[in-house]
């Protein structure tokens, strides 16, 4: 069997993901797992590159910086190249290139052959864009699988196989916050059978609130003390969304109860402006956006929190303290925060391996002896997510069956890194000192984990935790 590549497609980058170990991985940029749409033609050095940074330039409004990608794409505009016209879409060739590479590296497959893909675009993408990228990566020998998925229910179904379950009548929200824009979907499972039955876009709110907050605070006080400055208002709102990481590390590490900030507009770059941003006014604003991306599910979706499942808040925008808060207060302990990393939910676009092992007939475990009693203290925390956790750190589940014959259960283990946890207690059939790989990459309670268990450098199976009823980290 060919090994398939899944490609999550935004508005301005692109997501690759490989099957690996029996799940998913993401191609890496460099240190970033997101290929961004920003091209610098670098015709003094005759070369062409693509790179995140080259959003600031290209709103700056060099020519030399092309972003906008797909709809300059759907326009048939040119660039110039070693004197020479040339239609945009053939840059992206060049981020195609470098995934071909890889994807052939990690897989040994011969470089002629095609590459099987399967498609997931965001809801932020027309159709004509759709088909106008389908049509250059066949062009490119990606060979379209599957093109029609739709995220949100292939992260219920990637919730539905993590924890193997069977659903007959259950419902569950989505909030998307990967980009800019605010994707909120229900999706609704009869039987098993995962089908989204409402979408609503809200743009803009997918920012991370104090970062919307800085970039609508500057522009909006420049604008307040120079009157006569010309200026694209959504321009330099998105150009200060971009300065606004370094804005806010600086409100959080002053004493002072305004900042003093320099700038400028692309209209005139070579113009200073000045722009006074309140302290205690923008933690204030903070809150309120915070607020308004909990009112858009609140306030046009006509579901009662007993009607839902679960709550997905997917993208490192959505995951921040002033977000929890709002969402904490109306569904805790129905919440699920997913970060920027989605190779999991992507996975559900690979063919599943075979059943997993349940946990109590997974006998080729040694039963553990508990280690003396733990006299540290532990915290209890909702939702783990194992790509945030630190090298040492310890974490203990305690889980529960209630058919006859099982009942309560407990694991600890220690965080080695590189996604190994080492068993250190467990009440149940596993060894201290075994290396447990999880394949759930987001626990939470009401759910089972799968781990892949290595013995020795050997690995030796799958074990399936109960459900989870407490987590605890220290």
């Known amino acids: 069997m060919k090994n398939s590549l899944a490609i999550y497609i935004d508005t301005d980058y692109l997501l690759f993901a490989i099957q690996k170990n029996g799940g998913s991985q993401l191609i890496k940029n460099n240190d970033n797992c997101r290929f961004p749409m920003y091209f610098f033609v670098d015709n003094k050095n005759s070369k062409i590159t693509y790179n995140q940074n080259y959003k600031a330039f290209y709103l700056d409004g060099h020519d030399e910086f092309i972003g906008d990608f797909f709809n300059s794409i759907k326009n048939n505009e040119k660039y110039i190249f070693k004197g020479n ?41 027309n159709a004509n864009i759709k088909s106008l990228v389908q049509k250059h990566l066949k062009s490119q020998n990606f060979e379209i699988e599957v093109q029609n998925n739709c995220f949100s229910e292939l992260v219920v179904k990637n919730y539905i196989y993590q924890n193997s379950l069977y659903l007959q009548d259950k419902k569950f929200v989505i909030l998307e916050g990967l980009n800019e824009d605010l994707n909120i979907s229900i999706v609704e499972v009869l039987e098993n059978k995962v089908k989204e039955i409402d979408i609503k876009t809200f743009t803009q709110l997918g920012d991370a609130p104090e970062i919307s907050t800085i970039a609508h605070e500057i522009v909006d006080d420049i604008k307040t003390s120079y009157p006569n400055a010309s200026a694209s208002i959504n321009t330099e ?14 409100i959080n590490t002053t004493k002072k109860p305004q900042l003093t900030l320099s700038t400028t507009f692309a209209t005139n770059l070579s113009k200073r402006l000045i722009a006074n941003v309140s302290v205690s006014k923008f933690k204030e604003l903070s809150n309120l ?13 006509k579901i009662k929190i ?32 997913i970060s920027n990393d989605i190779s999991e939910i992507l996975g559900e676009l690979f063919e599943k391996p075979k059943a997993e092992i349940e946990d109590d007939t997974a006998t080729m475990f040694l039963a553990a002896e508990p280690e003396d009693e733990q006299t540290d203290v532990f915290t209890e925390i909702s939702t783990l997510i194992i790509d945030d956790l630190k090298i040492g750190q310890k974490i203990k589940i305690s889980n529960y069956d209630a058919r006859k014959g099982k009942g309560a259960s407990m694991q600890m283990f220690e965080y080695l890194g590189n996604n190994q946890l080492k068993v250190i207690e467990s009440s149940r059939s596993l060894k201290v000192g075994f290396i447990a790989e999880p394949v759930t990459k987001t626990w939470h309670q009401g759910i089972a984990v799968v781990l892949n268990i290595t013995r020795k450098g050997k690995r030796v199976g799958k074990f399936k935790t109960r459900e989870i009823r407490k987590i605890e980290i220290k």
């Open 306 to 337: 007993t009607e839902f499942d679960k709550m997905f808040l997917i993208g490192n925008n959505l995951n921040g303290e002033l977000v929890k808060a709002q969402f904490e207060d109306y569904s805790s302990g129905k919440n699920i925060y």
């Open 85 to 125: 016209k040339k239609p945009t879409k053939e840059l992206f060739n060049i981020l195609l290139n470098d995934v071909k590479t890889q994807y052939f590296s990690h897989t040994g497959d011969a470089k002629a052959t095609a590459i099987p893909s399967k498609l997931v675009f965001s809801e932020n993408i």
């Open 289 to 301: 956006q915070a607020r308004r991306i909990f009112a858009a599910f609140n306030e046009n979706f």
């Open 237 to 250: 709102y998105a150009r200060h969304k971009i300065k606004a990481e370094k804005v806010l590390t600086k």
